[in-house]
């Protein structure tokens, strides 16, 4: 439905986005992760028709639409402020733009009356919307964007202004809503829980650039490059000093890993505490944190070798989590040792990204 194909954009001379490739099918969710100032509003500003882009093509349905001003390109937006007017009650906030597009006053009504059942606000017409919720303001402003029945809806950082508890909450809700409304959907966030609770795959982007598309269990899983793994916070890395024979050799031990990778990933997931006797490629360290978090506990070992290590563990009654200043030994499963692209050794990222990206997706 929607193809970004090869956009480049410089501010001042500086790159901003580069070489961007996209492709979002009918009813996707989309969902642009990275830390602020990687280019992911930049890249929805583009798609918007907000900024002109310096090279590439914004394509919806095989159709160019770069010449197309904002306004007659039928697309969808709302931020994390929600920009609802205060001066209107909620139906005229939500009827504002079938207004604008001369849709009969019936139609409105009948409009209104079913987006406001979808964000699940039924009876709130008349309310005024500098008295609802921060929650019933979010959901003002996604029933006002769906209104118009977008060919694409884009919303940048919606949950930001939140609290915690609540974004939790909402999250899903607003998933569903989509979902429900068969919109074509872009979210723009910082937050990897938000992006893998909504989205149907992820974009992570660093420094202007895609690094790596997938659904968000593959992210999450197999990781592409050092930069993903650890923005997702999985900073069990370590450089890999050689290789022979399908086992490469790091700072803190020997494991089997195919290809030629420039760095391993130590899947917490596929690191245990040893009850037992010890096997020889058992990493023994002392405990340095010890944090209990209901189900878990999470753990983070010193190594004799300066490295450190960290892990998740069931928790268990009794005192069978070492303590803090105890020597613990793990296991590593050796399917969950990720080969990973180290970045800051490579200068031909983007074609190297692209092919892991693309390996990942089809496992």
């Not at 979210?187 to 992820?202: L, M, N, P, S």
């Amino acid at each position: 439905m929607l193809a970004i194909r090869d956009i480049n954009l410089f501010y001042q001379g500086q790159p901003v986005l580069q070489g961007i490739d996209l492709k979002v099918s009918q009813g996707e969710i989309l969902c642009l992760l990275g830390a602020s100032g990687c280019g992911k509003t930049s890249l929805l500003r583009v798609i918007a028709g907000l900024e002109r882009p310096d090279a590439g093509d914004i394509r919806v349905n095989d159709r160019s639409v770069l010449s197309m001003p904002v306004h007659t390109r039928d697309f969808g937006l709302m931020f994390q402020d929600f920009a609802l007017f205060p001066h209107l009650n909620v139906a005229g906030n939500i009827t504002f733009g079938l207004k604008m597009h001369g849709i009969p006053r019936q139609a409105q009504q009948e409009r209104l009356r079913e987006v406001l059942a979808l964000v699940g606000l039924t009876g709130f017409e008349n309310r005024d919307v500098t008295q609802l919720s921060g929650g019933e303001r979010q959901r003002v402003a996604l029933a006002r964007s769906l209104a118009p029945n977008p060919h694409l809806l884009m919303l940048d950082e919606p949950l930001g202004a939140l609290d915690a508890q609540l974004k939790e909450h909402l999250v899903v809700e607003l998933r569903t809503i989509i979902k429900q409304s068969g919109v074509t959907a872009i979210y723009v966030t910082h937050d990897q829980r938000e992006a893998f609770a909504i989205a149907d795959r992820v974009a992570v982007m660093n420094a202007g650039r895609i690094q790596q598309v997938g659904v968000p269990e593959d992210i999450y899983r197999r990781p592409a490059s050092v930069f993903v793994s650890r923005f997702l916070g999985l900073n069990n890395v370590f450089s890999v000093q050689s290789r022979r024979q399908g086992v490469v050799e790091t700072a803190v031990g020997e494991f089997p890993c195919a290809g030629e990778p420039e760095a391993v990933l130590l899947h917490p997931d596929g690191i245990s505490l040893v009850d037992g006797e010890s096997e020889p490629r058992d990493i023994s360290g002392v405990v340095v944190e010890r944090v209990f978090s209901g189900r878990d506990y999470q753990l983070a070992l010193a190594l004799a070798t300066g490295e450190r290590l960290s892990f998740t563990t069931p928790a268990k009654h009794g005192n069978g989590i070492p303590l803090v200043g105890e020597t613990a030994v793990v296991r590593i499963d050796p399917a969950r040792v990720i080969p990973l692209v180290d970045e800051s050794i490579k200068s031909d990222n983007e074609s190297l990204f692209s092919d892991r990206s693309a390996l990942i997706m089809g496992s």
